[in-house]
């Protein structure tokens, strides 16, 4: 099991961006391939996206494709989400987790302690 630790949240205007940075306690992201949940306000859990050990984006959700990046660097050991454009509905939590792709489709665990977005209009 891997101790995974988000940063990079913050309080931004609409249209600002932030980089969300994800790192591991004690052990090698490398051979994982890690991506990001939100849980916003009275919603469910989203699945944000996924990238894989290669650095590859194996997934990103609709709702943030043109805006959000993944990236990974393993020389860091660190995972980022780059945020742009960011909407007032993209307040929320954000954590990064293992992921994989299960049978209906990107599943996560191992989720951080998460980072909080807030976006103002």
């Known amino acids: 099991q891997v101790q995974l630790v988000e940063s990079g949240g913050g309080s931004v205007q609409a249209g600002g961006s932030l980089r969300l940075s994800c790192t591991s306690r004690?052990?090698?992201?490398?051979?994982?391939?890690i991506g990001w949940v939100r849980q916003r306000p009275g919603k469910q859990s989203e699945g944000v996206s996924c990238i894989n050990s290669s650095g590859g984006n194996a997934f990103s959700a609709e709702f943030v494709k043109g805006r959000f990046t993944g990236s990974r660097d393993k020389a860091k050991n660190a995972v980022y989400l780059q945020m742009d454009r960011l909407k007032s509905e993209d307040t929320g939590m954000y954590y990064c987790?293992?992921?994989?792709?299960?049978?209906?489709?990107?599943?996560?665990?191992?989720r951080g302690q998460g980072t909080q977005v807030t976006v103002s209009s």
């Open positions: 987790a293992t992921c994989w792709y299960g049978v209906g489709g990107y599943e996560y665990k191992d």
């Open positions: 004690g052990s090698s992201l490398n051979d994982y391939a």
